[in-house]
């Protein structure tokens, strides 16, 4: 009995050891990782009240569709040419602004129409989130099917004036097909 007493010390000192505090090493990368988890759940948030003002907007439109670049989603449009499924990505910086693809698909997997559309583009207010209709540019892009019609089209943008950084919306509206 007095053998397991003795050892108690022992093993209480060896367990203690154990749970001692970790190297300063495991201790800076614990805090990187910690680091870079709040920078991930600040993009997600961000993301998610941008996606939120973007579903707003379109709610509100009856025409056109409303892209805000940090929502990162894709949003449908019925027009004049039919029913549109609109994408945003590869937003990059330019020597005179920004580039960026805007994906055009037929909701309905039927082949695209050549189509005329205006993009519109600006910054949104830093207070509201809403679009800011000074200094919003625009510009007509008609989008026509080379060889064979597809379901889908890439159209390259150049959004002049804005950074990618500036860039708080793209709104695509007056789609009409072309004969």
């Not at 010390?9 to 970790?22: E, F, R, S």
């Not at 027009?79 to 990059?92: D, F, H, K, V, Y």
């Not at 309905?108 to 600006?122: F, I, K």
């Amino acid at each position: 009995m007095k053998k397991g007493l003795f050892l108690l010390p022992l093993l209480t000192a060896a367990l203690l050891n154990g749970c001692a505090a970790p190297s300063p090493a495991k201790n800076q990368a614990l805090h990187s990782e910690v680091k870079q988890l709040n920078q991930q759940v600040n993009q997600l948030t961000r993301q998610a009240s941008m996606l939120e003002q973007q579903n707003q907007l379109n709610s509100q439109s009856s025409q056109g569709a409303w892209l805000l670049p940090a929502a990162n989603t894709r949003v449908e449009l019925k027009s004049q040419a039919g029913p549109l499924m609109l994408t945003l990505t590869r937003i990059e910086p330019e020597a005179s602004g920004t580039r960026a693809l805007l994906t055009l698909r037929s909701a309905d997997d039927r082949p695209l129409q050549n189509l005329r559309m205006q993009v519109e583009w600006g910054e949104l207010d830093s207070a509201t989130g809403k679009p800011l209709s000074a200094g919003a540019l625009s510009q007509t892009i008609e989008v026509r099917n080379t060889l064979l019609p597809k379901a889908g089209q890439p159209v390259p943008l150049r959004l002049s004036g804005l950074s990618p950084q500036q860039l708080g919306y793209v709104r695509v509206h007056n789609i009409e097909p072309l004969n």
